[in-house]
């Protein structure tokens, strides 16, 4: 929907309650199977073919495990420091995008904040693309340096994974429009979160549709690599 400077209405982000569960769940299984590996291996060489502890192995454990223990307490209370600061809404309004934090702090990346690029080709709210070690996303200018506006993540991190994410990025692109008519947005960035300029909906179909051709795409290249090898070295890792 198009909406214009008085009617412009404040949204925010919305759980996908299994998405998060999933990844908790994952998230803990991860922490038991490393501190089952910090634990368990050293005693399991040690206690290679039932053979009782020497010295040696003593003190490296009396050395090792306090260490370890006093370790893992340092990374829960870090923990606990950074959750005070994690993201628990993010909003859009007629001013602009609005992390709210556990601490009751909110950053803001506001509209009237914005500025022009000075970088040649690169619009004043763009995209980087993400790499296999980070992810792509969204970014403007402040004070002459890129900012990351983000929507799914935060510098502090988000409690929950939001399933109306691309909602909120047209809703801010529609923000800009409206109340920062100077500050000009990327075509890639509409492109590439399936939002149509115009009407600045998200287009799930089209989304879903080039999510099924990469895939086929995907599966095609793996079929090929399998039957090449098939091919020059006899058997096949596919089939």
């Not at 909003?91 to 609005?98: A, T, V």
């Amino acid at each position: 929907m198009i909406y214009n400077k008085e009617n412009f209405p404040n949204i925010h982000s919305k759980p996908n309650l299994a998405a998060t569960v999933f990844i908790y769940i994952l998230f803990g299984i991860l922490c038991i199977a490393m501190l089952a590996l910090f634990i368990g291996i050293p005693l399991a060489l040690q206690l290679e073919h039932n053979s009782r502890l020497s010295t040696n192995e003593l003190i490296f454990n009396l050395i090792y495990y306090p260490m370890l223990f006093w370790g893992i307490w340092a990374l829960y209370k870090n923990y606990q420091r950074q959750r005070l600061k994690k993201v628990m809404l993010i909003s859009i309004d007629q001013y602009g995008l609005h992390h709210h934090q556990s601490n009751g702090l909110i950053q803001s990346v506001l509209y009237k904040e914005l500025e022009s690029s000075k970088e040649a080709y690169v619009s004043d709210i763009d995209r980087k693309i993400g790499t296999k070690y980070s992810p792509g996303y969204i970014f403007g200018f402040k004070e002459g340096k890129k900012i990351p506006i983000h929507f799914s993540t935060s510098e502090n991190g988000l409690s929950y994974v939001p399933k109306n994410k691309y909602q909120l990025i047209a809703h801010f692109l529609q923000g800009v429009t409206i109340f920062c008519p100077q500050i000009k947005i990327s075509d890639a960035v509409y492109a590439d979160y399936f939002i149509d300029p115009n009407t600045f909906e998200f287009n799930k179909k089209a989304q879903r549709t080039t999510y099924l051709i990469v895939f086929i795409v995907i599966a095609i290249i793996l079929v090929a690599i399998d039957l090449l090898i098939k091919y020059i070295k006899g058997f096949s890792i596919l089939f």
